[in-house]
């Protein structure tokens, strides 16, 4: 795609900004269909039932699951925001965690979402939420700020319970769409952007899901972090997670490797598709009560907010006559109105997600008066 000459970069802006500020307010905006899609292996029969949500103004039980070094600070679990039980494993040194340890430090965050399982099986929570231990990094979600306490904050409970599994990464890269296949050819193996597809082999699928075909693709938005209701955890027998967890301790894949294969499965284990890629509004809506509008209206955002950051990167260059000072603080004023209008249409998304009306309606779900999200 061409880009624009520096010289015109105030001057673009400007106009950036007026076309977006005339763009009319969330209240306006047309509801787009959701699209999403779901490729299961064929021969696959796990058939899971939508759970059913408490009603409007109910609470839920709610733990977080964190896999954690003792070099990693958690101290963001102990805000006072968070309505949250937490079970804390230190995987490096067990000592620090008594009652949530793990047989062995194999699988990165796997050993630890597994071992939770199988130990606190009988006794779970309406939702667990199995996190690592870093409260910002870049695979959280931008428009909760890659922060993981607004991300457990506005996590929707009676969503997690109607899904049964949420991916709590609504963006697609990585991992999304067909991502990982089975056996590839080494000459077409992508080993930058996707490490684990070499380990994850057709001999490995069958390792852990006997009898079941291999899939043409398995695909989920990165990096193991999800919320499941309890009644989706106990929908598999506490045998078939202890059953993974000793695939993790004995196979030759490394710790990475094992992790990586492990990420890649959630969907599989817990929703019955080997690709969950929920549209990305979606995610958001009903997620989080995050509601553009549709699709397009988000795309729009994430738009503005990467022609703010070109021009922030842009250095304006002299034209005779007019001084830098004033290039530079035209493109600072266009800049600035529109980081004004990128907030607001944020917040208008947020003020649409209070609606459980809207919220449904979004997202194409069947909503009926009192019902809430």
């Not at 779970?124 to 996190?131: A, G, M, P």
């Not at 990982?180 to 080993?191: I, M, V, W």
Request: proline share 6%; net charge negative; glycine share 6%.
């Amino acid at each position: 795609m061409s880009r624009l000459r520096p010289g015109i970069a105030a001057i673009t802006a400007v106009s950036v900004l007026l076309l977006w500020w005339h763009l009319p307010r969330h209240q306006d905006v047309k509801i787009l269909p959701v699209i999403t899609t779901q490729d299961t292996p064929e021969g696959v029969t796990i058939n899971y039932l939508p759970g059913t949500p408490k009603g409007q103004g109910q609470t839920y039980t709610k733990t977080v699951v964190v896999a954690r070094q003792e070099s990693e600070d958690v101290s963001w679990l102990e805000n006072s925001t968070l309505n949250v039980s937490r079970a804390v494993y230190v995987v490096d040194k067990p000592a620090l965690s008594p009652g949530y340890e793990v047989p062995r430090n194999k699988g990165h965050e796997a050993m630890v979402y597994l071992s939770y399982i199988i130990d606190h099986y009988e006794n779970l929570s309406d939702v667990s939420i199995f996190v690592h231990a870093h409260r910002t990094t870049w695979h959280n979600n931008d428009l909760l700020d890659s922060d993981m306490i607004k991300t457990i904050e506005h996590l929707s409970d009676a969503h997690v319970t109607r899904a049964g599994y949420f991916n709590l990464r609504c963006h697609h890269e990585p991992g999304c769409p067909d991502w990982l296949h089975l056996d590839r050819p080494d000459e077409e193996l992508d080993t930058h952007r996707k490490m684990e597809e070499r380990a994850f082999s057709l001999a490995v699928w069958s390792e852990l899901h006997p009898n079941v075909p291999p899939p043409k693709a398995i695909s989920q938005p990165c990096c193991a972090q999800f919320a499941v209701s309890r009644d989706r955890i106990r929908a598999v027998p506490r045998e078939e997670y202890i059953r993974y967890r000793d695939w993790v301790l004995h196979t030759e894949l490394s710790d990475t490797f094992s992790g990586r294969v492990m990420e890649y499965s959630w969907q599989f284990l817990f929703a019955g598709v080997s690709e969950l890629c929920p549209a990305m509004h979606a995610c958001y809506c009903d997620g989080y009560g995050i509601c553009f509008g549709g699709a397009e209206r988000l795309e729009q955002w994430f738009d503005m907010r990467a022609e703010i950051r070109r021009l922030q990167a842009e250095e304006v260059p002299e034209k005779p006559g007019i001084p830098a000072t004033d290039a530079e603080a035209a493109k600072a004023m266009a800049v600035h109105g529109m980081e004004a209008r990128l907030e607001e249409l944020k917040q208008g998304a947020f003020d649409r997600g209070a609606d459980p009306r809207l919220r449904a309606l979004e997202v194409g779900r069947p909503w009926r008066e009192g019902d809430g999200y």
